[in-house]
T-cell receptor, first 114, second 112 residues
Framework: DGGITQSPKYLFRKEGQNVTLSCEQN?????MYWYRQDPGQGLRLIYY???????QKGDIAEGYSVSREKKESFPLTVTSAQKNPTAFYLC?????????????FGDGTRLSIL | DAKTTQPPSMDCAEGRAANLPCNHS???????VYWYRQIHSQGPQYIIH???NNETNEMASLIITEDRKSSTLILPHATLRDTAVYYC?????????????FGGGTRLMVKP
């Protein structure tokens, strides 16, 4: 079945450690996104990519990095510079970088600090 | 993107229609109305979207008023699995960032 796969479902980070969250889609979508959701709150955009080898910062990019080497993959690295990384991380994709196509989401990765 | 207003919570009896309202009185002509829902600890699920005409798919119907200042999402026969937070989002289709802004949403509780 086509969809968006995020892994792992749960992740624990030690102080000073970088961790990478995986996001893969087999929908042949051009655009991909990373959001962060804190308890009881809405989504905030971290990074987005509208085409391979290009990505843009969202509202809260500090302490995060991404790459888009392949159309189907958009991994997110949470660096040690991100001082409050505990959150629910959601990856999304959409068919076109413009237009009214909806974004479709994965099931998320829950990151916690040890 | 235009701001939306939704009631914080609603109840619905199982098997009955759930009608979820959304006010977007400042919507502009090129903004679409999108509906998503989020079940606890899962990613948001896309439901339906529209510009000015009413829309229907296998999940729901979307009714947009003629002046486009409000809309209603209709789940025709609610089941217990429809219990979730429902988000109404208004967004320009070709927004450069193409990001979604989720407000507080409506927590729908479907009861047996």
């Amino acid at each position: 079945d086509g969809g968006i796969t995020q892994s792992p479902k749960y992740l624990f980070r030690k102080e000073g450690q970088n961790v990478t969250l995986s996001c893969e889609q087999n929908l042949n979508h051009d655009a991909m996104y990373w959001y962060r959701q804190d308890p009881g709150q809405g989504l905030r955009l971290i990074y987005y990519s509208q085409i391979v080898n290009d990505f843009q910062k969202g509202d809260i990019a500090e302490g995060y990095s991404v790459s888009r080497e392949k159309k189907e993959s958009f991994p997110l690295t949470v660096t040690s510079a991100q001082k409050n990384p505990t959150a629910f991380y959601l990856c999304a994709s959409s068919a076109h970088r413009e237009g009214n196509q909806p974004q479709h989401f994965g099931d998320g990765t829950r990151l916690s600090i040890l | 993107d235009a701001k939306t207003t939704q009631p914080p919570s609603m109840d619905c009896a199982e098997g009955r229609a759930a009608n979820l309202p959304c006010n977007h009185s400042t919507i502009s002509g090129n903004e679409y109305v999108y509906w998503y829902r989020q079940i606890h600890s899962q990613g948001p699920q896309y439901i339906i979207h529209g510009l000015k005409n009413n829309e229907t798919n296998e999940m729901a119907s979307l009714i947009i008023t003629e002046d486009r200042k409000s809309s209603t999402l209709i789940l025709p026969h609610a089941t217990l699995r429809d219990t979730a937070v429902y988000y109404c989002i208004v967004r320009v289709g070709s927004n450069a960032g193409n990001m979604l802004t989720f407000g507080g949403g409506t927590r729908l509780m479907v009861k047996p």
